[in-house]
């Protein structure tokens, strides 16, 4: 087989055998196809598509271009929750310990934020001493013991994805289904689990930012891992204005320890049940949504939920008295209240600015290299559709360093929109796609 002859023939808009994909993976992976071939590749890929086999194929091949992590060992049905990431969203560090206080096998390899999206990882490192990076060997010990594990993606875990998808990052060849649902899902097939439950955000602060968009993507990713053997579901959630109220590391942290004490704000309650509830519907522990519901209902109630993220974290060099005591979490050294300007209700909310802001405080990453100030963030007071006055807080900015940060301020308050009329509000969960 010739690299330039695959090249042309997806140009030409035909298919490519599963053996060609494999050739081009491979190849690419070991360094004996050059980034000036791949690149010409991806971008025939972009204009001329590929189709459900394609995709698969491709998928395959990029997520056994390393290590699959084999689980087998493990008894029990392993679970693993991906989100496609926003702002405020910290669903996961609720909903994981939640489903391990089931008994469900919880083992999950999460990323780290770019942008203006936060990373679990980078919120898990809040607790001090907190390890992300731990041996596979270890890894799965803690899984068999507590049912739990949350670790840093391993460099050998689809190390075909990593490159290309740098390789697409400056070639303009990023926005393509197929070759976005197989970035995500080839590291999910990697990663072992039997049981994949997909949160794909739609909206202003979404990488699909229509709904349209949104339920493409979610039937790919879901076609590509039933395709694969391993059960597969996303839902697809709104993310056009920031999820719950506290966005930045250690408030969200503190955010999704109050869900598993039951007192976290509405919207982020609603999502952390309904994902807890799929959970046990997909895996048959609860017969129906009514029953699944009582089921997560107790487990926030008698404590056992949160008791399990204690266990966790201190599994992980933390201190599980964090997790009771989230005030001796990081703290900024200054708080300052943003305030409206105009009476009406809260319209709109430019959700990817919002983040942005956050990111500009220290609390994510322009580049990889970033170091993250887990203190600073935002906790807002006023959500779309609330009502406001001239000189109430919308939201309380928690920020670190002598120098106010005016600038920071300003893009917030310009990302909201004040307007006379209440508007009408999104559902929160649009679709489930199973």
Known sequence: ??????????RNGKELADEEIRFIIDGYTKGDIPDYQMSAFTMAVFFKGM???????????????????????????????????????????SVIP????FGLITAKMSGRGLGHTGGTIDKLESFPGFKVEISGDDFIRQVKKLGIALVGQSADLAPADKK???????????????????????????????????DVKTGSGAFMKTLEDSKALAREMVDIGNG???????????????????????????????????????????LVYAFAEEFL????????????????????????????????????????????????????????EILATADGYVSKIQCEEIGLCAMLLGGG????????????????????????????????MHYNGDAFPEEVQKRFLEAYTISVEKPQLNPLIYEVIS
């Open 281 to 336: 519907l997909a895996t048959e522990m609860a017969k129906d949504k009514e029953s699944a519901h009582r089921m997560v209902e107790e487990k926030i109630s008698s404590g056992a939920a949160l008791d399990k993220m204690a266990e966790f974290i201190e599994a992980q060099g933390g201190n599980k008295e964090d997790v009771y005591h989230p005030e001796n979490l990081p703290k900024a050294a200054h708080t300052a």
């Open 164 to 198: 290309l998808y740098a390789l697409r990052d400056v070639t303009g060849t990023v926005e393509n289904l197929s070759l976005i649902a197989s970035s995500i899902m080839s590291k999910k097939l990697a990663a072992g689990a039997d049981l994949i439950l997909l």
């Open 98 to 101: 939640l489903a391990a206080s």
């Open 228 to 270: 694969a053997g391993r059960k597969t579901i996303a839902t697809i959630t709104d993310m056009d204005q920031p999820l719950g109220n506290a966005i930045g590391n250690a408030l969200e942290v503190k955010e999704a320890i109050d869900a598993l004490k039951g007192c976290a704000p509405k919207d982020y309650t609603e």
């Open 365 to 396: 990453r322009a580049k990889k290299e970033d170091v993250i100030d887990p203190a600073v963030g935002f906790i807002l007071h006023k959500k779309k559709g609330d009502a406001v006055k001239a000189g109430e807080s919308l939201a309380t």
């Open 51 to 93: 189709n459900k086999r394609e995709t698969l194929a491709l998928t395959m091949a990029m997520a056994e271009s390393g290590d699959m992590l084999d689980l087998s060992d493990i008894p029990g049905i392993k679970c693993d929750k991906h989100s496609t990431g926003g702002v405020g969203d910290k669903t996961s560090l």
């Open 1 to 10: 087989m010739r690299m330039v002859d695959l090249i042309v023939k997806k």
